[in-house]
């Protein structure tokens, strides 16, 4: 007679999956929190230039968003473009575009809205100067210029 029998039908018994939903919305609550949504595809590129006096711009609704620099695409050329929201426009579409912004806002709070330009290291002072008076013609007179923090080197 032996000591130890095997066991007839070695099933193994059921995974407890009741905390599997618990993990789930767990798992989609942190990606919903921690992801940033886009609000425009980028088409240019815009390598900051940087600045040792930066400030973090508190509400973002109150941004019109005007990048500039070279096309990421080598096909729409190499000189400096305009994005206004997801395409490329023209010195000649940026009061329109301004314009249709402000019609979708609360006429109180137009007063208070900033422009936001990013704008390449390579991009010439000429056109920013034009981009800057075709905001003027509009009224739009803030101007914040994006820029990254400059790293200290002591």
Request: no cysteine; charged share 30%; glycine share 4%.
């Amino acid at each position: 007679m032996s000591k130890f029998k095997k066991k007839k039908g070695g099933e193994s018994p059921a995974i407890n999956t009741s905390s599997l939903p618990d993990i789930v919305f767990m798992l989609l609550f942190f990606f919903m929190v921690a992801t940033k949504m886009r609000d425009s595809e980028m088409k240019v590129r815009t390598k900051l230039p940087q600045a040792t006096e930066v400030e973090k711009l508190e509400k973002k609704s109150r941004l019109y968003y005007i990048f500039v620099g070279p096309p990421l695409d080598d096909r729409n050329g190499t000189a400096s473009r305009i994005q206004l929201g997801d395409d490329f426009a023209d010195l000649d579409m940026i009061q329109p575009y301004i314009i249709s912004i402000n019609s979708k806002k609360n006429p109180d709070e137009i007063k208070y809205m900033t422009t936001s330009l990013k704008a390449d290291v390579t991009v010439k002072m000429g056109m920013i100067s034009d981009i800057k008076q075709e905001l003027r013609e509009v009224n739009a007179l803030k101007l914040s210029y994006t820029a990254a923090k400059a790293l200290d080197e002591d």
